[in-house]
Structures are given as structure tokens and as C-alpha cells.
């Protein structure tokens, strides 16, 4: 991955470079992603902070935009995060999100001959998914076509394979989210018995690290959550978490080194054993209810991980490990390479289909 979050590890077919760009669109609560060929056929990915800041020009007055990292660093005190539930929940931030993207868009060169696919998660907020479909269908791109698929299916597309393999199976995803935990069943595309829960989350996670530090501590170090954030990215590990130290600098002068040894691993223990009941004994009984056959040919086959929290180390076999305790019976659960990429990745080959 280059430098500026990029991405390029592909070339894009001659027949297809003849027709619209094919873009797939993540647009996350924290993060978003783009995936998309750029004009010499190489695949790019770019992932960014899905936050805005806008500050006067000091000669022209005008009004200036910065997103991604650059807004952030260089203005957190006005810094605006617009999908932190997950979805523009107002008019108001349906415009903030619409100003970000078409700034995202913009700058990577994107305009409107291309056909758009962008992942939605799975959610009972209707005027929510009405935004965001504004946010795309009024941006610079998608004149060709603007569609949505569920993020836990466009998650779950790389996980199977090279092509379009997971639009042709009965399976179940599981969507490790910062906002939600969500869970699905896709019977040859089609949308079974969707689940969603809030009161698992790595937003939640971050909430209990940042407890859990000051605990640890005796009370002289207190983070906030986006330092619980980058603990948990940085050095969360299933398989082999090692201590590790940082230094805050105190009040008065000076600084104080501290060790942390449980606050990261403690939460997302627990994490998972509350992600394990919920997709046990709540969407796997729901689905068992509903369709019963799609139930039994889904828990033979992998289930797949999405989300940025199974990008940690180990997650995907210790989740595995616990299902199948809970169940009692032998399940199998993969994940994408690169699960909080793969969304974009696979809506962006949707996107390419449809394309051609």
C-alpha cells in the first residue's frame, strides 16, 4: 500500500477499461474506502477517515474543505465525524457527507462516467439509507449506475474467491462493525433473516479500553477513545499480545511511562463471548426458524467475518473455536485478507459486472 493509502496490486481488463469506471464505495463510521481502476488500468484502493473540517482562506475569504487524516490532525477541535451512527441521520449531515465524498471523489480523479456500487449495512433506518443513497446519487460519479448491495455480502465476496463466487452460495456473514454487530444469510445474493444488535460493538470495545487503562493504571492514565482506538488496531493480538508501553506527558511538567498488560486484550475478550451468544442464541436461532434448510446449508459451509474488527490477529479462528463450543457442533468462519478493505473490494467487482 502506498503512502497515500493507495492500493495497487492489479490492471484492469482491456474490454471492460472500455466501459464506465467500476467504483465500490464503503462509507463507514469511522473509515471509508474507495476501490476503483484509474486511467492506466491499476487497481487503487484508498482508505481514509470519514471526517470533514472547513476553515476561511486568509487572502480570499473563501471557504476551504480538508477530510480524511489531514482534517483531523490538523483540526480536532472542529473535526466533524458526520456518520458516527453509521448513517447521515439528518439533513445536516446528509450534506456534510455528501461535501466529504465528492471531495473524496475529486481528488482521486473520479467523475461522472462510472458506475457506482456502495456497501449499506444492515440496518432498520430507512430515512438513514435514503441519505446515504443522496450522499452517492448527488456526488460527481455514478452516472452511469448507482446501486447498494449489503455490506456483509460485499464483505463476504473476496472471502470466497478471485470473482463473484459468494453471489452463487448459500452462506452466513457476520459483520464485526464499529456501530453494530450485524449478521446475515444470502441465499444466491438474496438477503435471509437479517440481524442486528448495538450492544456489540468495537465502538463499545474502545469504550471499555479506555476504562480499563485507567483502571490498570491506578487512575494516572486517562485516554480518550480514539487513543483506545489505535491501542486496540496497533497491538490488539489473539494469537500473541505482548505488553507493550506509552508515555503521557503530565500536567506540570514532565511525563510518565505506563505499561499496559490487560486493558486491550480483557475487552475483546469479552467482546467475543458477547459477539459468540448473540450470533448463537439470537441470529442462528432466528434463522433456523425462518429457513430451516438455508440454516443447515449455511452452517455447512464457511461463515465469514467481515468488518474492521476481524482485521485482528486471531480473532477469526478464537470466534471459531467459541461458535462451535457454543453450538456444540464443528463450524468453519473465514475472513477476506484484508476484511475492513473487502466491502469496497466487493462491491467494486459487482460494480464491474454490472458494468459490462
Given at each position: 500500500m502506498a503512502e497515500d493509502g493507495t492500493d495497487e496490486d492489479a490492471s484492469f481488463d482491456d474490454e471492460t477499461a472500455k466501459g464506465p469506471t467500476p467504483v465500490g464505495v464503503k462509507?463507514?463510521?469511522?473509515?471509508?474506502?474507495?476501490?476503483?481502476y484509474d486511467g492506466d488500468g491499476d487497481l487503487e484502493t484508498v482508505r481514509t477517515l470519514t471526517c470533514l473540517a472547513t476553515y476561511e482562506d486568509a487572502l480570499t475569504g473563501d471557504e476551504r474543505v480538508l477530510y480524511g487524516e489531514q482534517a483531523a490532525q490538523e483540526y480536532p477541535d472542529s473535526v466533524e465525524y458526520m456518520l458516527r451512527s453509521g448513517l447521515p441521520e439528518n439533513d445536516d449531515g446528509a450534506e456534510l457527507a455528501k461535501k466529504f465524498f465528492s471531495e473524496l471523489v475529486n481528488a482521486n480523479g473520479l467523475d461522472g462516467d462510472s458506475a457506482v456500487v456502495y456497501a449499506i449495512p444492515t440496518i432498520d433506518n430507512e430515512p438513514g439509507l435514503r441519505n446515504l443513497n443522496r450522499v452517492i446519487e448527488e456526488s460527481p460519479v455514478g452516472d452511469a449506475l448507482v446501486r447498494s448491495?449489503?455490506?456483509?455480502?460485499?464483505?463476504?465476496?473476496?472471502?470466497?474467491?478471485?470473482?463473484?463466487?459468494?453471489?452463487?452460495?448459500?452462506?452466513?456473514?457476520?459483520?464485526?462493525?464499529?456501530?453494530?454487530?450485524?449478521?446475515?444469510?444470502?441465499?444466491?445474493?438474496?438477503?435471509?433473516?437479517?440481524?442486528?444488535?448495538?450492544?456489540?460493538?468495537?465502538?463499545?470495545?474502545?469504550?471499555?479500553?479506555?476504562?480499563?487503562?485507567?483502571?490498570?493504571?491506578?487512575?494516572?492514565?486517562n485516554i480518550d477513545l480514539t487513543t483506545a482506538r489505535e491501542y486496540k488496531e496497533e497491538h490488539a493480538d489473539f494469537d500473541d499480545f505482548e505488553a507493550f508501553t506509552d508515555v503521557i506527558q503530565q500536567p506540570g511538567g514532565g511525563s510518565h511511562e505506563f505499561t499496559i498488560e490487560r486493558s486491550v486484550m480483557e475487552p475483546l475478550d469479552d467482546y467475543l463471548d458477547d459477539a459468540v451468544d448473540e450470533v448463537a442464541n439470537n441470529f442462528l436461532a432466528q434463522l433456523a426458524n425462518d429457513h430451516m434448510k438455508p440454516y443447515q446449508l449455511a452452517l455447512s459451509k464457511p461463515i465469514v467475518l467481515t468488518g474492521g474488527m476481524a482485521c485482528i490477529p486471531g480473532i477469526v479462528e478464537e470466534f471459531e473455536t467459541r461458535l462451535s463450543e457454543e453450538l456444540d457442533r464443528d463450524v468453519e468462519c473465514i475472513a477476506a485478507d484484508r476484511p475492513d478493505l473487502a466491502p469496497a473490494e466487493g462491491a467494486r467487482r459487482i460494480a464491474e459486472r454490472l458494468a459490462k
Open positions: 462509507l463507514g463510521s469511522t473509515r471509508t474506502i474507495l476501490q476503483f448491495f449489503p455490506e456483509s455480502l460485499c464483505g463476504a465476496i473476496p472471502a470466497f474467491g478471485d470473482e463473484l463466487e459468494a453471489i452463487d452460495s448459500v452462506f452466513a456473514a457476520i459483520n464485526m462493525g464499529s456501530t453494530n454487530l450485524e449478521a446475515s444469510a444470502y441465499r444466491h445474493g438474496e438477503q435471509l433473516s437479517p440481524f442486528v444488535s448495538g450492544a456489540v460493538t468495537g465502538n463499545e470495545v474502545d469504550r471499555r479500553i479506555a476504562n480499563a487503562v485507567e483502571e490498570e493504571t491506578q487512575g494516572r492514565v
